[in-house]
């Protein structure tokens, strides 16, 4: 009877006289940074909902101050300036959100614009962008495509 004879693994023992050089291992990912806050849709409904009752007459504009970037602020200023609320009311009726990157947020909805007196009712598209800033969400953008 013969002895059975030992082999290396060629993928795991080196050859006899065989020097190995270590491979470098790739640099690890940089661990993903969560919010702080977590984005609720419920979170950006209410403020996209307190901007349109601003734009309505239903709100006084200083509710406003701290919910949305001065960029925004100043829009709504002008906007209500040159058009005055007369009669026309603003309903958000869907808000859906993505979030590209941890502290920001951007959000499309339906808008729904009825006139007093008139049965009839119009669809618009709204677009807005969120920013975490000091552990709140400000709106940054707000934009109503009108036809």
Not at 43 to 59: C, H, N, P, S, Y
Not at 75 to 104: D, F, K, N, W
Not at 126 to 131: G, L
Request: proline letters at 11%; hydrophobic letters at 40%.
């Amino acid at each position: 009877m013969t002895t059975p004879t030992l082999r290396p693994l060629r993928t795991y023992e080196p050859i006899r006289g065989q020097v190995l050089v270590p491979v470098r291992r790739p640099a690890p990912a940089p661990p993903v940074v969560q919010p702080l806050v977590t984005p609720d849709n419920g979170q950006f409904m209410l403020i996209a909902t307190k901007i349109l009752e601003v734009l309505d007459g239903r709100r006084p504009l200083g509710h406003l101050r701290a919910l949305v970037a001065d960029p925004v602020y100043q829009a709504a200023i002008t906007r209500l300036r040159t058009t005055p609320p007369v009669g026309v009311r603003y309903q958000l009726s869907s808000i859906h959100s993505c979030q590209p990157a941890p502290e920001v947020v951007e959000a499309c909805g339906l808008v729904e614009t009825a006139r007093h007196g008139v049965r009839e009712r119009r669809a618009h598209a709204m677009a807005c962008r969120f920013e975490l800033h000091e552990e709140r969400w400000r709106c940054v953008y707000f934009r109503i495509m009108f036809r």
